[in-house]
């Protein structure tokens, strides 16, 4: 299998450097993926809301990808303000309860003080029957 990239359409990926997801073998890296609604061009205030939209951006790259949320093996989750993890947990276990991924949590400041999360995820593509 070859490498394939996933663009979201962010021109920052060109401005950059990188791609939104890479497909290689079994896997799909998606790159850290912040709650900025690409349709809107816009970024909510508040994180449950950015929570939801990294995971729609995310769920988008995957299924280009050919798998889902519920592929994901591993997570990293960024939080500029550890009172702002907690609120997001509910999301959490709505769009990754079923993957239950290995899971990291890192307090850290983001590339704007906008952005109060970003979501990174490693998927496993589904395997196909040979039966």
């Known amino acids: 299998?070859?490498?394939?990239?996933?663009?979201?359409?962010?021109?920052?990926?060109d401005e950059i450097g990188y791609s939104?997801?890479?497909v290689d073998g079994d896997y799909v890296w998606v790159s850290g993926t912040t709650g900025y609604d690409y349709a809107t061009m816009s970024i909510a205030d508040g994180v449950v809301a950015q929570a939801?939209?990294?995971f729609d951006n995310i769920a988008a790259a995957l299924h280009e990808a050919?798998?889902?949320?519920?592929?994901?093996?591993?997570v990293?989750?960024?939080?500029?303000?550890?009172a702002d993890w907690q609120p997001c947990w509910p999301v959490i276990r709505a769009r990754l309860g079923t993957a239950r991924p290995a899971s990291t949590l890192i307090h850290a400041g983001l590339m704007s003080d906008a952005m109060r999360?970003?979501?990174?995820?490693?998927?496993?593509?589904p395997q196909k029957d040979t039966a």
């Open 1 to 13: 299998m070859t490498r394939r990239r996933i663009s979201s359409g962010s021109r920052f990926e």
């Open 20 to 22: 939104r997801a890479v």
């Open 52 to 54: 939801e939209q990294c």
């Open 66 to 74: 050919g798998c889902t949320l519920d592929d994901v093996v591993r």
């Open 76 to 82: 990293l989750f960024i939080v500029p303000d550890r």
């Open 117 to 125: 999360i970003e979501i990174e995820v490693t998927a496993r593509l």
